[in-house]
């Protein structure tokens, strides 16, 4: 069984940082390419972030360019998410993912970026 679990999710104000990590199990995590994705209040996913199974590839959306960082660790099966200079607008639940549009994912983490 596919197992996605993410943590690290809290409150933090503008400006501040965030580590998620995700850990997998139930399939070879080192043989796929992994996904954040997030969902904002009434809308819906979002991709953010990919990952190459190498990690010799890494993409990101536009708007978290420069300070989102998604990194793997291929020994432990982990997936993290690296979030500097938050702002309210990504206020949002937080999921590791299998595919862009996280039809394969875990239960998410919610990050509220609030003063």
């Known amino acids: 069984e596919v197992q996605l679990v993410e943590s690290g999710g809290r409150m933090v104000p503008p400006g501040g940082s965030l580590r998620l990590s995700c850990v997998a199990s139930?399939?070879?995590?080192?043989?796929?390419?992994m996904y954040w994705v997030r969902q904002p209040p009434g809308k819906g996913f979002e991709w953010l972030a990919d990952i190459n199974k190498a990690d010799t590839i890494r993409d990101y959306a536009e708007h978290v360019k420069g300070r989102f960082t998604i990194s793997r660790d291929n020994a432990n099966n982990v997936l993290y998410l690296q979030m500097d200079d938050l702002k309210p607008e990504d206020t949002a639940t937080y999921y590791c993912?299998?595919?862009?549009?996280?039809?394969?994912r875990g239960r998410g983490t919610q990050v509220t970026v609030s003063a």
């Open positions: 139930g399939f070879p995590f080192s043989a796929y390419t």
């Open positions: 993912a299998r595919d862009p549009n996280g039809a394969v």
